[in-house]
């Protein structure tokens, strides 16, 4: 995996929220006109609270031990981070591409998940907490 400390402050910030989970920190880095995409919806979801909303969702379904980013590739204000975990038994691979602007906060964040059966499995995992948050 490309060192985090090699990563951009933006994607550092990123891990630094994954790890910890602090809501201020994820309110820092999300821009008021984020766009969220999700595997699971076709449309865009846009705004910085709807894709908060979306992203602690996912740190809930996906946050466990298991979760790990395993490789990372970056550009002058985007990144790709590959991420790997088992979701109810089945092999979950997936990537986040993220952009962000000039002051740092993210404007753009995307999922993408494979296989189609591990996606099918978080799907209903994510409406679930999405219903109650």
Request: no cysteine; net charge neutral; charged share 20%.
């Given at each position: 995996m490309t060192a985090v400390?090699?990563?951009?402050?933006?994607?550092?910030?990123?891990?630094d929220y994954v790890a910890g989970r602090d809501p201020a920190a994820l309110d820092a880095l999300i821009d008021e006109d984020c766009v969220f995409q999700s595997p699971a919806v076709h449309t865009p979801q846009v705004g910085k609270?709807?894709?908060?909303?979306?992203?602690?969702?996912?740190?809930?379904?996906?946050?466990?031990?298991?979760?790990?980013?395993?490789?990372?590739?970056y550009g002058e204000r985007s990144a790709v981070l590959e991420f790997t975990m088992t979701l109810e038994g089945k092999a979950l691979n997936g990537v986040d591409i993220i952009?962000?602007?000039?002051?740092?906060?993210?404007?753009?964040?995307?999922?993408?998940v494979r296989p189609v059966k591990a996606l099918m499995a978080l799907m209903p995992a994510m409406a679930a907490v999405l219903e109650r948050v």
């Open positions: 400390s090699d990563a951009p402050p933006t994607i550092a910030a990123w891990h609270a709807t894709t908060m909303k979306y992203l602690r969702a996912a740190m809930e379904v996906l946050g466990t031990p298991d979760f790990r980013y395993v490789e990372g590739w952009h962000w602007n000039e002051a740092g906060r993210i404007t753009s964040f995307r999922v993408m």
